[in-house]
């Protein structure tokens, strides 16, 4: 239901854009978010955006660095992400929330997308 | 920021045991804002629990949520072979929602 692409390879300081298409529920009505996980480490939060776009969240990490979008008539949710570092290099998750709202239940997930920084 | 600190950090288990994953918040949770994930190397993380205790569509009845305030617990009543994985709890109750760690459920 949900499918990450855009993943690769960026040199530090780059830029990459993820999209996540959905299909099988009504994507406008539902809240999305990125989650990211970094080689060894665990689940962390990165962004979220409300079903209409309106309103958006970042964790303090990417503030500043990502934008989160979406295209409701594509069913897509973009994350847009300049001034990478290695600390950015993680599978980077997409996942739907519980409501058009930001509320934090996240489920389902998709299988992720590789970023790697590196030069 | 809601720090949650699970524990053990890795679990070894025989299928058919009883497996017991501790989160300890660093404050108290709002209300019953706690939720639980199993994730599967190259698989999409899971929602197994939320609101401390309601599974969600399609889990097992063996896989329990309890706890409230600071400590919750998440309690796999007979582990079975698929169960071994990488276990999160996650607080949505105050933003940033915040994850764990982790702890590692493996094969003993």
């Known amino acids: 239901q949900l499918l990450e692409s855009g993943g690769g390879l960026v040199q530090p300081g780059g830029s990459l854009r993820l999209s996540c298409a959905a299909s099988g529920f009504t994507f406008t009505n539902f809240a999305m978010t990125w989650v990211r996980q970094a080689p060894g480490k665990g689940l962390e939060w990165v962004s979220a955006l409300s079903g209409s776009g309106s309103n958006t969240y970042y964790a303090d990490s990417v503030k500043g660095r990502f934008t989160i979008s979406r295209d409701n008539s594509k069913n897509t949710l973009y994350l847009q992400m300049s001034g990478l570092t290695a600390e950015d290099t993680a599978i980077y998750y997409c996942?739907?929330?519980?409501?058009?709202?930001?509320?934090?239940?996240?489920?389902?997930w998709g299988q992720g997308t590789l970023v790697t920084v590196s030069s | 920021e809601i720090v949650l600190t699970q524990s053990p950090g890795t679990l070894s288990l025989s299928p058919g045991e009883r497996a017991t994953l501790s989160c300890r918040a660093s404050q108290s949770v709002s209300s019953t804002y706690l939720a639980w994930y199993q994730h599967k190397p190259g698989q999409a993380p899971r929602l197994l629990i939320s609101g401390v205790s309601s599974r969600a569509t399609g889990i097992p009845d063996r896989f329990i949520g309890s706890g409230s305030g600071t400590d919750f617990t998440l309690t796999i009543s007979r582990l079975e072979p698929e169960d071994f994985a990488v276990y999160y709890c996650?607080?949505?109750?105050?933003?940033?929602?915040?994850f764990g760690q982790g702890t590692k459920l493996e094969i003993k």
């Open positions: 996650q607080q949505y109750g105050d933003s940033p929602y915040s």
């Open positions: 996942a739907k929330d519980f409501r058009s709202t930001y509320y934090g239940r996240f489920d389902p």
